[in-house]
């Protein structure tokens, strides 16, 4: 997926992801849940990379697997730093520490992810102190974290105050800021927007495009919205089952759907367009397949309306159909004749 204008800033190649099931009893055999069941992805220095598909396909375990808060159960992941490719799961505890500080996460729910008993100041600078940016006490740390706070839409006054005093918003702007407050290179945004109100949304959006085109950040913004994917991001790719199913920019994935299962995600985004309401909605039947024991052959044909023979006894091979256009697919939509 590399081309020559792009700088690979992360390499996920055959990546897995398994958690094991408890036994019920001593002589069965371990089952796992196949949480990622072998990506392999390029993430361009400077692209927001969004990521989509239905809750509990994998997306945030991807996320986290990227940064090494859940060690890979199989495959590499690839850093590039200074010209070198770095292999973070080869990564001693110190080395993967130190470079935390340029790999950063802005998680889900506003109101967990912030330490109650701390203020705004404190959690914005505890990663400032943990990584040696400033030491405690130094008045040019405040001054930081004040720059940092008026970045991200906060006002000074909230720097001795503490997360229940704020709306979901406000706590969310708190995370996005103790997340850039070290200068990272790479910001997963693990559903950054979802329990947020529409209106928030818009502002939290414009925020994080605003502070990508300030510091040339790369994002992989997780989410269900294709809505606010759209938005967003450069590239997209659509998950399902553990497995990227399709991957395009955004234009072209729009405007040139190739996977069944993309094509049903889109038909259920809420218009107020007279003639997009016009077009078929697609239900998709039945629940998704269980990560233990997912169906043979390729994992959507439970559910997919196009599905053959093929589909039930054969993975489909990840294919290129131009433009940077991927998908993994017997049929794609359009090329019906293959």
Known sequence: MQTNEKKVLLRIQDVKQYFPIKKTHFREKQKYVKANDGITLDIYEGETFGLVGESGCGKSTFGRTILQL?????GEILYQK???????????????????????IVFQDPYSSLNPRMTVGQIIGEGLLSHGM?????????DYIFQIMEDCGLSTYMFGRYPHQFSGGQ?????????LALRPRFVVCDEAVSALDVSIQSQILNLLRDLKEKDNLTYLFITHDLSVVKYVS?????MYLGNLVEVSE???????????????????????DVNDRKKERILLEGDIPSPVNPPRGCKFHTRCRYCQEVCTQQEPEWTNVGKGHYVACHFPLGRKEK
């Open 70 to 74: 859940y060690p890979q159960t199989h």
């Open 82 to 104: 200074d010209g070198e490719w770095v292999d973070l799961k080869a990564q001693d505890r110190e080395s993967m520490r130190s470079l935390r500080k340029e790999l950063q």
């Open 134 to 142: 400033f030491k405690r006490g130094d008045g040019a740390m405040k």
């Open 171 to 179: 706590r969310q702007r708190i995370g996005i800021a103790r997340s």
């Open 234 to 238: 450069d590239r997209i790719g659509v």
């Open 250 to 272: 955004t234009g072209e994935l729009f405007e040139n759907t190739m996977h069944p299962y993309t094509e049903a995600l889109l038909s259920a985004i809420p218009t107020t």
